[in-house]
């Protein structure tokens, strides 16, 4: 058993702190930016240019996604507490919406093809999911369920004000839907794929994953105002893994027809 007693704040200088969670995020958005341009996918001033949009949908989103969805009783009572965005608290859902709509105002403006355009951001994705889980994990906020005593690797959170075993599912998080899925998301994305399919894998990959580490996380209130069997970040999943079993039927039938 493991106690978290990681400091939230990276550096501080007199009244102004830098914290572990938004250096996670910057960290991810210069990861890839490195590696998308290693790919080749756009121009770099391009490719600048559209990460900026990005994170403006994933900023924005994230936080509106986390009001609207998990803490909208909160932020009614506290609406200036939506704009402390380094103390954590970014919904993955909003931040997805608020990229999709990024990306599409961004296609439109620029004659691109958004699901083309997805399908050449998406493998760096799940790099920002392990990295802002981490920091979820550094903050010790959105705890696991209560584990077993004897579980080696349960931890207790007394900096945020619990002292029960918990599973780290930051950590599980951090290693399904951020590194395993990039690792599987970059070599299926090596090859030339039909268009979609990309988008559908991620979409698949992200939601199983998702899904699966909701069984071990500390259900969520949201907008229903209790917990129910099927978590909230369940529910929001089911359709990321329709939309992707569509997008990657859709691309097998155009395999099938070029044969």
Do not use: T
């Amino acid at each position: 058993m493991f106690i978290h007693a990681l400091d939230p704040v990276a550096l501080s200088f007199g009244p102004i702190a830098i914290r572990w969670y938004g250096v996670m995020y910057f960290v991810a958005f210069l990861l890839a930016f490195f590696l998308l341009q290693r790919r080749q996918v756009l121009a770099k001033d391009v490719l600048e240019d559209l990460l900026f949009w990005l994170f403006l949908g994933v900023i924005l989103g994230g936080r509106l996604g986390e009001a609207l969805f998990y803490q909208p009783a909160y932020f009614a009572q506290q609406p200036l507490e939506i704009f402390k965005i380094w103390r954590g608290g970014l919904s993955f859902h909003g931040g997805f919406l608020g990229v999709l709509f990024a990306a599409w105002l961004w296609a439109r403006k620029n004659g691109m093809n958004c699901l083309e355009l997805m399908d050449k951001i998406a493998p760096v994705v799940p790099l920002g999911l392990m990295l802002g889980r981490l920091g979820n994990f550094i903050n010790g906020e959105l705890w696991g369920r209560l584990a077993p005593p004897d579980l080696p690797w349960a931890m207790i959170f007394p900096l945020a004000g619990d002292a029960q075993p918990r599973h780290p599912v930051q950590l599980y998080q951090a290693s399904l839907e951020g590194a395993l899925l990039f690792f599987l998301l970059w070599f299926y994305s090596a090859k030339p794929r039909p268009r979609g399919a990309v988008s559908g894998f991620f979409l698949l990959g992200y939601g199983i994953f998702r899904c699966g580490a909701e069984f071990f996380r500390e259900p969520d209130r949201g907008i229903f105002g209790q917990s129910y069997s099927v978590s909230m970040g369940q529910w929001l999943s089911l359709p990321m893994i329709l939309c992707g079993f569509w997008l990657l039927w859709q691309a097998r039938r155009v395999l099938r027809a070029d044969a």
